[in-house]
């Protein structure tokens, strides 16, 4: 049974993804901004969250947005039970050359707890979505996390820090080296929500990276839980949402994945 409130965000994140395509034949010609280093905005970005905004807000005024290129938008009158966190095109690095890896993500949020995810691939159709104890879809199919058990056969995905200098980096550099000598391989693909998707569906065994922020996990972390797999920080917690820090997989290479990147970090 499909959540009531979901086909407003499928039909949100279709219609916005038209503006995206189209503009995919032409990214020669979009105009980019810089947010900071290394992170970019583009016009396309803003269309596509102006027409995701406008579909939530006229089947639910009441709800509350939190969208990444227009940070928070509230209605003063309501105290926001419900509210839809948005990344309008999570990727733009990837989309401004032209590489087809990028997707569109929107979650529903409930007192703070994620009850429906969506993220879509709009290059290749697919459709992501989970609610809440309904299980997690691809293209309308169930799907679970992979059963790989051993490290040394997993496919792990990562996303590299912005910032390319500092512990940061030095960091991830260590966490990188020590999961990239356990694993068969890493991928890097540009897209952390679609990434977590991968891991949902199987298609990755396990990901990792720190410093993200809630529209890049939100409902991307509630379809691997749905689909059989752990989502936590990096010390096994639940506040990843909060923290940035996260690490996703089967209950096999969920923990072995943890144990990896922290490995470092205990003097090992």
Same mark, same amino acid.
């Given at each position: *049974? *499909? ?15 038209? @503006? ?39 089947? /639910? ?37 032209? /590489? ?13 707890? @994620? ?56 960091? /991830? ?7 990239? @000598? ?15 998707? /991968? ?23 509630? *379809? ?18 909060? @923290? ?8 096999? *290479? ?15």
């Amino acid at each position: *049974m *499909m959540h009531p409130m979901l086909p407003v965000a499928i039909n949100a994140a279709r219609e916005a993804s038209k @503006t995206i395509l189209r503009a995919l034949t032409q990214v020669d010609k979009i105009e980019v901004a810089s947010k900071n280093s290394n992170e970019f905005v583009t016009q396309v970005d803003r269309i596509s969250e102006e027409i995701i905004i406008d579909h939530i807000q006229k089947a /639910y005024p009441d709800h509350g947005i939190l969208a990444e290129e227009s940070g928070r938008i509230s209605n003063p009158k309501n105290n926001h039970e419900y509210y839809w966190v948005i990344d309008p095109l999570d990727g733009t690095r990837n989309f401004m050359q032209g /590489y087809p890896q990028f997707s569109i993500t929107i979650a529903l949020m409930r007192n703070n707890i @994620t009850e429906l995810g969506l993220v879509f691939d709009p290059f290749r159709n697919d459709l992501f979505t989970s609610a809440r104890g309904q299980g997690a879809y691809l293209n309308d199919q169930r799907i679970h996390v992979s059963h790989a058990e051993k490290m040394d056969t997993a496919l792990i995905g990562t996303g590299f820090p912005l910032e390319k200098s500092g512990n940061n980096i030095n960091n /991830y550099l260590n966490e990188f080296k020590n999961v990239f @000598t356990h694993c068969t391989d890493v991928r890097r693909d540009g897209s952390s929500s679609l990434d977590l998707a /991968y891991v949902a569906c199987g298609r990755l065994d396990g990901f990792w990276e720190s410093n993200l922020k809630i529209w890049h996990m939100a409902a991307s972390a509630l *379809m691997i839980q749905e689909a059989g797999g752990i989502v936590s920080d990096f010390n096994d917690g639940d506040h990843y949402l909060q @923290t940035g820090d996260i690490v996703a997989g089967n209950p096999k *290479m969920h923990k072995a994945l943890r144990h990896l990147i922290n490995d470092f970090r205990c003097g090992n």
